[in-house]
C-alpha cells in the first residue's frame, strides 16, 4: 500500500516522494533497529566479560544509555533526512 495516492507522490521523471507521515514512520523505525542492534552487541560483549547478569540494572542502563544516545543522534540528523521537498 506504499504506492497509494495517500503514500506517495509520483513525478514525471518516474521518482516518488514518501509523505511527511510515512517518511517520519520509517525514519523512526530504523532508528530503533539501530539502537536495538547495537546495545544488543555491547550487551553481548559485556555479558559475556561477566561485568553484569541478565536483568540486572547494569543491563538496564546499557539499553537506556544507547537508547538516550540513539535520541540525540537521530534529532540531529532528522532535519537531513525529513525535509519537505524530497
Not at 530504523?30 to 546495545?39: D, E, L, Q, R, Y
Given at each position: 500500500m506504499l504506492?497509494?495516492?495517500?503514500?506517495?507522490k509520483n513525478y514525471a521523471d518516474g521518482s516518488s516522494s514518501m509523505n511527511k507521515t510515512t517518511k517520519g514512520i520509517?525514519?523512526?523505525s530504523v532508528?530503533?533497529?539501530i539502537?536495538?542492534?547495537?546495545?544488543?552487541l555491547v550487551d553481548f560483549a559485556l555479558l559475556g566479560a561477566d561485568l553484569y547478569n541478565n536483568g540486572?540494572?547494569?543491563q538496564a542502563s546499557t539499553f537506556a544509555t544507547y537508547g538516550l544516545a540513539a535520541i540525540v543522534v537521530a534529532w540531529k540528523l532528522a532535519p537531513k533526512f525529513l525535509r519537505e521537498n524530497d
Amino acid at each position: 500500500m506504499l504506492n497509494s495516492p495517500d503514500t506517495c507522490k509520483n513525478y514525471a521523471d518516474g521518482s516518488s516522494s514518501m509523505n511527511k507521515t510515512t517518511k517520519g514512520i520509517a525514519y523512526v523505525s530504523v532508528w530503533v533497529i539501530i539502537w536495538g542492534t547495537i546495545a544488543s552487541l555491547v550487551d553481548f560483549a559485556l555479558l559475556g566479560a561477566d561485568l553484569y547478569n541478565n536483568g540486572s540494572m547494569g543491563q538496564a542502563s546499557t539499553f537506556a544509555t544507547y537508547g538516550l544516545a540513539a535520541i540525540v543522534v537521530a534529532w540531529k540528523l532528522a532535519p537531513k533526512f525529513l525535509r519537505e521537498n524530497d
